[in-house]
């Protein structure tokens, strides 16, 4: 079993729509929670950074980590074309330092 | 965000050779450089971690004398896939933060190199 599960997709959204994007995992002793958004062919960017449990906001996306349920969550409102992207999930625990276990990824297309 | 480069960018080579890709932090220096490989729709794994002045450490099931890695200073880290075969075909890339203590610090990744071994 992967530590770290995440939906590839693709999901497919119109413009405009909400995306809703998340991953599971199965190590309680992660406790820093990221999404990366990757274009093709290119380096993952860092979008959202979440410690512990709750919600973060930044713009158009908002994050949500439930550390009873070991799921976290990433929303996008108002989606653009431009969104059209993969988005990864990863986590580390405290003591790895600056190990990220990844997720698969999840292709998202937003279309016009 | 800082900025981390990777070169080549793509490099094709014939199997038996070594080929080398260079990771540099432009604009901050880079305590600590992670080498991932990425496989199409899979998740980036994490190959091995190095820190400037020492040798790196690899993860469970990573051929250290195959991939060589290389930390001389703090802003520059090299990955040598040596003796390739058409089965190191992937997308590699690299990853750097100036942190040392905090965990979860931010991790800057380079644009990824695709070799293909033919």
């Known amino acids: 079993q992967k530590e770290v599960e995440q939906d590839p997709g693709p999901l497919s959204v119109p413009e405009g729509a909400i995306v809703s994007l998340n991953c599971t995992y199965s190590n309680s002793a992660f406790q820093y929670f990221m999404w990366y958004r990757q274009y093709s062919r290119k380096g993952p960017e860092l979008l959202m950074y979440?410690?512990?449990?709750g919600n973060k906001e930044d713009g158009r996306f908002t994050a949500q980590v439930d550390k009873s349920s070991k799921y976290i969550s990433l929303f996008i409102r108002d989606s653009q074309p431009s969104d059209s992207a993969t988005y990864l999930c990863a986590m580390t625990p405290t003591d790895s330092w600056g190990k990220l276990q990844f997720g698969a990824g999840t292709q998202v297309v937003v279309t016009p | 965000g800082a900025v981390v480069s990777q070169h080549p960018s793509r490099v094709i080579c014939k199997s038996g050779t070594s080929v080398k890709i260079e990771c540099r932090s432009l604009d901050f220096q880079a305590t600590t450089m992670f080498w991932y490989r990425q496989f199409p729709k899979q998740s980036l794994m994490l190959m091995a971690t190095?820190?400037?002045?020492?040798?790196?450490?690899?993860e469970q099931g990573v051929e250290k004398d195959k991939f060589l890695i290389n930390h001389a200073s703090l802003t520059l880290s090299t990955l040598t896939v040596t003796s390739a075969h058409p089965e190191d075909s992937s997308f590699y890339i690299c990853?750097?933060?100036?942190?040392?203590?905090?965990?979860?610090?931010?991790?800057?990744f380079g644009p990824g190199t695709r070799l293909t071994v033919l």
């Open positions: 990853s750097a933060t100036s942190g040392r203590e905090n965990t979860g610090s931010e991790q800057f």
């Open positions: 190095s820190n400037e002045g020492s040798k790196a450490t690899y």
């Open positions: 979440t410690y512990s449990s």
